[in-house]
């Protein structure tokens, strides 16, 4: 069984699923058995996408099943969080094969909240008594272009590698004797901006040193934040 990439960016806003489907594609060469197909927890797959289900089956012939193209989404209703799994290709006495997908359900709500004592996977971060724990997440989970507002509460926080690819943000801490990003990890830089109109305000970033990459083409080092490069490169 051949396998194509995975599958990322399965996103809607809470309220508006599902997601819009992507594809990748099954193969299978010198075959026993049919190709089954099992889709992961909140996801669903096609293979013409209009009807979604939780499995599908590739019927072989002689032995082979043809490139086939394979549409997965993020179901609808489902609360705000990232979600994430792999579609399974199996069959008898083949070597199962897993696609990796993820997705996820943003926030319709334009204020969200992070603090250093919060819960990514159990508090909503609609408010600052169930913040989140980490920046990234309010990222991930935040609208991209409506205007939405981060808001930092006073702590130490260790994050990196923070990507911040939604525009019309602002990110604001509770001010810079109070809300501290302070790395603790070597040859890591603390933020990428790779969208527009980004605010980023009242918070303190100390220690980061950000000094190699993977492409000698943006090569080169910076310890708080770099614009218009995504992270680790």
């Known amino acids: 069984i051949s396998a194509g990439s995975g599958i990322t960016d399965l996103n809607y806003v809470s309220g508006s699923g599902p997601s819009t489907s992507q594809s990748t594609t ?10 089954t197909l099992n889709a992961p927890t909140n996801f669903q797959i096609s293979t013409d996408n209009t009807n979604f289900y939780d499995s599908r089956t590739l019927s ?18 489902l609360s705000a969080g990232s979600y994430s799994g792999n579609i399974t290709a199996s069959s008898t006495n083949a070597t199962t094969q897993n696609i990796a997908i993820s997705g996820a359900v943003q926030h319709s709500s334009t204020t969200l909240y992070v603090d250093d004592s919060g819960d990514d996977d159990n508090n909503t971060g609609l408010s600052s008594s169930s913040p989140y724990a980490t920046l990234a997440n309010a990222i991930n989970l935040s609208q ?22 939604k525009s019309n943000l602002t990110i604001t801490g509770a001010g810079s004797s109070s809300t501290i990003f302070d790395s603790n990890t070597t040859n890591k830089g603390f933020m990428s901006i790779t969208a527009s109109n980004v605010t980023v305000e009242k918070i303190k970033i100390k220690d980061y040193n950000f000094t190699s990459a993977e492409t000698t083409a943006n090569a080169y080092g910076g310890a708080g934040i770099r614009v218009g490069v995504t992270p680790g490169n």
């Not at 099954?26 to 190709?35: E, F, K, M, N, P």
């Not at 002689?62 to 549409?71: A, K, L, Q, Y």
């Not at 409506?146 to 923070?162: K, L, P, Q, R």
């Open 144 to 165: 991209d272009g409506v205007g939405v507002t981060i808001n930092i509460g006073a702590g130490t926080y260790t994050e990196h590698t923070v990507n911040v690819n």
């Open 26 to 35: 099954v193969s299978g060469s010198s075959l026993q058995a049919d190709i």
């Open 60 to 77: 072989h012939s002689g032995g082979t099943v043809g490139s086939t193209t394979i549409h997965a989404r993020l179901k609808s209703g």
